[in-house]
């Protein structure tokens, strides 16, 4: 009798892994369910948080912690059943998830993000497990309406989609309104600094980085993302030939490297005291993951970059996301202990 329970579940993976008539090909989700979707799982964390905003008792695993030095999610803006799911990994950077723990938690449909950095290795895993997959590519910040339309039709949360895709494009047609009032010749001179040394960014052409763009900066490492992970490594004679304006960073612990290396010095954003931190509250604002957050993100960069021209009310607007996307009303005493830099 003791061995009666690993015999089953055995035998449950072998049917799911290899059932009958099985063939290689993915099973693709319709885009409007016949019947209502309730398990679902995600292949990376930007469209897992995208489920998560459309519905947020869907989710039956995460792909990352939500505390993690990247993000701080807290009890006050996720919901307990949300902190509380399993972190099983999934197909990001150079991670891949057990197939089995995915298909013990018994997924109605699966998520895929759909890049051509990571689909191939991901469809591959996927076409062995019999599980229906919807493709969302979210592969820069201008697909992010639409994606959230469709992944609300498959969800049959399509009104939900809809008014998450609306509130997108609203604030994304009023940054670009400003955006086109700055000359491109008067565009700051922006490099995205990643881990503690500063040495690491991406590409003027990575969707990690397209929201430096969006918010009107420009970007000065030129060149094509190659892997999904991104962060090329750079060094310091490149940084200073194109001489940044403002350094938009990541880690923390860059402070102590610009205060400790003299050298760093030599770059005006430095000098000049423009080095600025990234928020990670809930999730990080600009990347790691490259998730809606880089909606409001965006904002808040580019009232950095032109902090004298900027015309919008940053503070209202935060309140507007988070009540949105993260059903949160935030006081004006929680604003300002939450994001004390607005």
């Known amino acids: 009798m003791v061995g009666r329970p690993c015999f089953w579940s055995v035998l449950l993976l072998f049917c799911v892994f290899f059932p009958a008539g099985a063939h290689s090909q993915l099973a693709e989700a319709d885009t409007r369910p016949k019947t209502p979707v309730h398990r679902v799982f995600a292949s990376a964390p930007p469209v897992g948080l995208m489920v998560y905003a459309l519905d947020r008792s869907s989710l039956v695993a995460v792909n990352m912690p ?44 699966i998520v895929l993000w759909d890049t051509p950095l990571l689909s191939d290795v991901a469809e591959k895993a996927l076409a062995r497990m019999n599980r229906r997959v919807f493709r969302l590519n979210i592969d820069g910040m201008g697909h992010y309406a639409s994606a ?30 400003f955006v086109a009032t700055i000359p491109m010749k008067k565009r700051v001179k922006v ?11 991406d590409c003027d052409q990575s969707f990690h980085a397209d929201v430096l763009s969006y918010a009107g900066g420009d970007n000065v490492l030129k060149c094509r993302q190659s892997t999904v992970m991104g962060m090329q490594r750079i060094n310091f004679e490149q940084l200073l030939k194109v001489s940044p304006e403002i350094i938009v960073a990541q880690e923390g612990a ?4 610009i205060a400790k290396d003299s050298k760093w010095r030599l770059l005006p954003a430095v000098r000049e005291q423009r080095v600025i931190f990234v928020p990670k509250t809930p999730f990080n604002w600009i990347d790691r993951p490259p998730s809606f957050m880089r909606v409001l993100g965006a904002h808040w960069l580019a009232r950095s970059f032109y902090p004298g021209l900027y015309p919008y009310d940053l503070k209202r607007k935060t309140k507007d996301f988070f009540s949105m996307f993260f059903q949160v009303e935030l006081s004006d005493e929680e604003l300002i202990a939450y994001f004390p830099f607005l």
């Open 148 to 177: 959230f339309r469709r992944l609300g039709q498959a969800l049959d949360r399509e009104e939900r989609g809809e008014q998450l895709a609306r509130y997108i494009e609203k604030e994304l047609t009023e940054l670009e309104t």
């Open 191 to 201: 490099y995205y600094a990643e881990d503690e040394n500063g040495l690491r960014s």
């Open 254 to 257: 860059f402070k102590q490297t």
């Open 66 to 109: 939500a505390r993690n030095g990247s993000n701080n999610g807290t009890p006050r803006f996720l919901n307990s059943q949300f902190l509380a799911l399993p972190v099983i990994g999934g197909w990001h950077g150079n991670r891949q998830p057990n197939l089995e723990e995915i298909l013990l938690l018994n997924p109605e449909l």
